[in-house]
């Protein structure tokens, strides 16, 4: 049944609000303040599945009235909303929207709910995405449906987390183990980590993938246990709920075969909104650019961050972007047991320059959206002090104690699974390295059974490759310009001749990439 507001009155479901003063006396601070509230509980309303508890939603509006308003201005306000949510149709939103036409609050908010619980076709949606393609999104409705997806389930509140919670994310590239190595290292210095992380797709890896490798290591907690373990040791990593904007998984799944993955709003909403609903005071952005990036273009990268920067004020959180560099494989190591050890060894003081370099940055510009440095300096003074002590090793061996993984594996490195077959690649001539296609790397690294195809592959930790040479390091014949990790001969040999087509040598030292491009806040 679907009841509307008249109805509820004249039923005298409702309690009659007091006429002491009448709606020619209230000031305008009152009617602002009191069609706030209504606002808000139409807002509430609107959210109920089909107005299927419209009563109970008016109810809310009315006891939460705190400020006396006639009880005819109020119906009138309410059946106003009611009635334009009732009336919304998708088809008129597409037809808006191919008109170049922005999209209300209201509208966003509405399709989002009514898409999420299944009221809106897959071939509807995709045409309103295909029209934001070719219309784009304008600020507002970018920021509106970033917090319509955000809230289409669990937001999770950290608020029982002390201090200042600080969350980090990379837009993915090759041999990206940032967040093993960065994470530990802020924490050790007063800056709560409470992070979720995502598995590895196609030729970029997952965190919780690369974590899950260390024997013992558990990414599935609890809400409480998370909160407790963050409190306790400062410190706790675990796989994304389902819960968490499920709209923005609906809408992906749709993006991904509907050719709208690449549209900025589109990608700055997806991202943000998982964000937002992580529950982080402040966040910290790696945007990559180069051959192995998502945001392959220097400037569609820049302009990828300024949106959710932007994004992410609006919402009430610190930002920060960073533009790095990604056209060659971050660091020496594309693998997961590869990679944990060399997030291992950087935090003994002795990972790869480039490496190095990014995790001082962002690690710093972390403890300055936390307030535990004043400046960038400070931050990489405090930065350096904890790897160089120890301290953030010490952390990350807290770290996987507490979830379960076996703390000798980081002690001794060595004692990690290896991959049976190992290879070297030597070089056929003198010269220099002249460009390696990351994207390519990746999928040497894919070949092997090192990433997943799709979401239900099962990816082999043990395989992956180790660069001994990288852009612009001198080479001689027969030097070793990679090793190849691999458990079946012929996906090695496959591996090996990939990565030959995506290695270039050349006669001239090319400039050395520059890890650091941008810094946006």
Same mark, same amino acid.
């Given at each position: ?25 209230? =000031? ?52 106003? /909303? ?7 149709? !998708? ?14 609050? $209201? ?24 029209? &934001? ?22 937001? %999770?509140?950290? =608020?029982?987390?002390?201090?200042? /919670?600080?969350?980090?994310? =990379? ?7 940032? =967040? ?15 992070? !979720?992380?995502?598995?590895?797709? #196609?030729?970029?890896? *997952?965190?919780?993938? /690369? ?44 993006? $991904? ?18 964000? %937002? ?8 952005? $790696?945007?990559?650019? *180069? ?27 610190? !930002? ?10 971050? *660091? ?37 959206? #936390? ?9 990489? !003074? ?22 379960? #993984? ?52 099962? &990816?082999?930790?043990?395989? *992956? ?57």
């Amino acid at each position: 049944m679907r009841w509307n507001f008249a109805h509820i009155l004249n039923k005298s479901l409702i309690r009659p609000i007091s006429y002491e003063n009448s709606l020619w006396s209230l =000031s305008k601070t009152k009617v602002f303040e009191a069609q706030t509230f209504v606002q808000l509980g139409c807002e509430f309303v609107q959210n109920m599945a089909k107005f299927q508890c419209i009563a109970f939603g008016c109810l809310f509006i009315f006891y939460h009235i705190h400020v006396s308003l006639p009880t005819n201005f109020v119906l009138y306000y309410i059946q106003q /909303k009611a009635k334009e949510a009732e009336s919304m149709r !998708m088809y008129d939103l597409i037809l808006k929207k191919r008109q170049g036409k922005p999209l209300t609050k $209201d509208e966003i908010q509405w399709m989002i709910r009514e898409y999420t619980d299944g009221r809106i076709p897959d071939y509807q949606m995709s045409a309103l995405l295909m029209a &934001i393609c070719f219309q784009g999104l304008d600020k507002e409705e970018t920021y509106e449906l970033t917090m319509a997806m955000a809230r289409s389930g669990e937001m %999770l509140d950290l =608020s029982q987390i002390q201090g200042i /919670k600080v969350d980090k994310h =990379s837009t993915g590239g090759v041999g990206d183990k940032t =967040s093993l190595a960065l994470t530990p290292i802020v924490a050790s210095l007063g800056i709560p980590v409470a992070k !979720m992380s995502g598995r590895g797709l #196609g030729h970029t890896g *997952g965190t919780i993938d /690369k974590l899950e490798s260390i024997p013992g290591f558990s990414t599935q907690l609890e809400d409480d246990a998370f909160e407790e373990q963050v409190n306790s040791i400062g410190i706790s990593i675990m796989g994304q709920t389902k819960d968490l904007a499920p709209a923005d998984k609906l809408l992906y799944a749709l993006r $991904d075969v509907t050719a709208t993955v690449d549209q900025i709003s589109l990608i700055a909403s997806s991202i943000m909104s998982k964000k %937002l609903a992580a529950g982080a005071d402040a966040i910290l952005l $790696d945007v990559k650019t *180069g051959s192995g990036a998502f945001m392959k273009g220097e400037s569609d990268a820049i302009q990828l961050a300024k949106e959710m920067v932007e994004i992410g004020k609006s919402a009430g959180r610190k !930002m920060t972007a960073v533009i790095t560099n990604m056209d060659e494989a971050l *660091g020496t190591a594309v693998g997961n047991i590869l990679e944990v050890k060399e997030a291992i060894d950087t935090l003994k003081g002795n990972g790869p320059d480039d490496f190095v370099e990014l995790i001082e940055t962002l690690a710093s510009h972390m403890l300055i959206l #936390g307030g535990a440095a004043k400046d960038f300096d400070e931050g990489l !003074m405090r930065v350096r002090e904890s790897i160089q002590s120890g301290k953030a090793l010490d952390k990350f061996k807290q770290f996987v104690a507490a979830q379960g #993984g076996d703390t000798k594996y980081i002690d001794h490195p060595e004692l990690f699974e290896q991959a049976d077959i190992i290879e070297e690649i030597r070089s056929e001539q003198d010269g220099f390295v002249g460009s390696i296609d990351a994207q390519e790397m990746g999928i040497c690294s894919l070949i092997l059974g090192g990433g997943r195809e799709t979401k239900e592959s099962v &990816i082999d930790p043990t395989v *992956g490759l180790v660069f001994s040479k990288k852009v612009a390091d001198p080479v001689k014949k027969g030097d070793v310009l990679a090793t190849i990790y691999g458990n079946d001969e012929e996906k090695v040999k496959q591996a090996v001749l990939h990565f030959k087509e995506n290695y270039h040598i050349i006669e001239e030292k090319p400039m050395k990439p520059i890890m650091i491009r941008e810094v946006l806040s």
